[in-house]
């Protein structure tokens, strides 16, 4: 017997309703504009936000904006490695001239050529790159949620939404890397899907000289290329997508070394100026106990937290058979987030580039209701408004 709720009628469920939301979803204009629209609205509700935040906090929302590893960015985009401001130090307030090394070119190179351009300053030019490259991500992110297993193109939709969200999305309108790294990576991953294996190779390579992330990415493609090598598929494409992959990360790890005169050059540096090394994730656990046995701030609460559901979701991204590059470079992320005994405040920031986690969320909440969808994104939208704003206002230290 029918309950109430089956017999009850819902407005969008009406075939009126379903055919003027499919008209306009489907309508060449709203394709093409969707992504974009959808990132630069969630973005603009946190940066809103964080103006409110900031007031409260009687903090500059310029500063915040540029704050921390923004500030160095920003140096290295002025006067290149060798005139970085003699302010900017290390975590233990020291510097020497291979400190800034540490922070990778890929980003700073692209805010000095946005900064070329008449009447730009290097600040304007930092917040431009990190806008277009976001845009650039979100498109990247409809293409993959609409190419994967059981995806389509509202889900992609729901993926830019979910993402441009994620906890510490405010990241993506500061100028941090970041969003030119996600931008990246995910044109590299939606090569390996469409098995454009050229293309997937030369974002790779051009993620890795963006962020050490580009590792997990590196593992991804190279993985995938060496599968359809072996399974005689697509010719000479993935020998080339597979060789130009590493290039980026291999040449500035190498250029780091050949500064330093050691082979981990790189590393050194990240150890001596920051205490960060790979540990295997006993400091992660050993934070993670305490914060929970004795919470001390939202912030940390929270990063424990989200590390859990991500963890989850690399369940949830096997149960749902999401394609297996998708699923190691996921993973890799993850692995080189909780194997790492950095800045602990940091891990929720750098748990960013795992997109591919939120793909097998981002396809079931697809197919449902749209007015369900609708409350869900704009529920995670505005916490993440929130999180992010308490980050850089609230919160003291760095993320």
């Given at each position: 017997m029918p309950t109430l709720e089956a017999l009850r009628v819902h407005p969008e469920d009406s075939p009126d309703a379903r055919g003027r939301i499919a008209r306009f979803a489907g309508h060449r204009v709203t394709i093409a504009l969707a992504p974009a629209v959808l990132y630069l609205v969630v973005r603009e509700l946190g940066l809103l936000v964080l103006q409110l935040m900031a007031a409260r906090w009687d903090k500059d929302v310029t500063a915040v904006l540029t704050s921390w590893d923004g500030q160095w960015f920003l140096g290295i985009a002025e006067g290149g490695y060798a005139s970085v401001p003699d302010g900017l130090v290390d975590a233990f307030g020291r510097r020497s001239p291979e400190t800034p090394l540490a922070f990778f070119p890929g980003y700073?190179?692209?805010?000095?050529?946005?900064?070329?351009?008449?009447?730009?300053?290097t600040i304007g030019a930092a917040f431009t790159v990190s806008l277009v490259s976001g845009v650039f991500c979100a498109y990247g992110l409809a293409r993959l949620g609409s190419r994967v297993l059981g995806g389509s193109r509202r889900a992609g939709w729901v993926l830019v939404v979910l993402f441009a969200a994620s906890p510490m999305a405010v990241v993506l309108s500061m100028t941090y890397s970041e969003a030119t790294f996600c931008a990246l990576a995910?044109?590299?991953?939606?090569?390996?899907?469409?098995?454009?294996?050229?293309?997937?190779?030369?974002?790779?390579?051009?993620?890795?000289?963006?962020?050490?992330?580009?590792?997990?990415?590196?593992?991804?493609?190279?993985?995938?290329?060496?599968?359809?090598?072996?399974?005689r598929r697509d010719d000479w494409r993935p020998w080339v997508g597979g060789l130009l992959a590493p290039l980026g990360l291999v040449g500035y790890l190498g250029y780091v070394a050949l500064r330093t005169g050691r082979w981990d050059g790189w590393f050194a540096v990240q150890q001596n100026g920051w205490d960060s090394r790979f540990d295997g994730g006993a400091a992660t656990w050993k934070f993670a106990l305490l914060i929970l046995g004795e919470p001390r701030s939202v912030l940390e609460l929270a990063t424990v937290w989200l590390l859990v559901v991500a963890l989850a979701l690399v369940v949830l991204s096997f149960r749902r058979g999401l394609e297996w590059p998708l699923i190691v470079y996921g993973v890799g992320v993850l692995a080189m987030d909780l194997g790492s005994n950095g800045l602990m405040n940091s891990k929720?920031?750098?748990?960013?580039?795992?997109?591919?986690?939120?793909?097998?969320v981002a396809a079931a909440l697809a197919r449902r209701r749209t007015s369900t969808v609708a409350a869900v994104l704009v529920g995670v939208s505005v916490f993440s408004a929130w999180f992010g704003a308490y980050a850089i206002t609230a919160w003291q230290f760095a993320i």
């Open positions: 700073p190179t692209l805010v000095r050529w946005v900064d070329g351009l008449p009447g730009v300053p995910v044109w590299s991953l939606v090569g390996v899907v469409e098995r454009r294996w050229v293309s997937a190779g030369a974002c790779c390579a051009a993620a890795g000289l963006v962020r050490p992330t580009a590792a997990a990415l590196i593992v991804a493609v190279c993985a995938a290329a060496a599968v359809a090598i072996w399974q929720a920031r750098l748990l960013l580039p795992a997109f591919t986690l939120l793909v097998p």
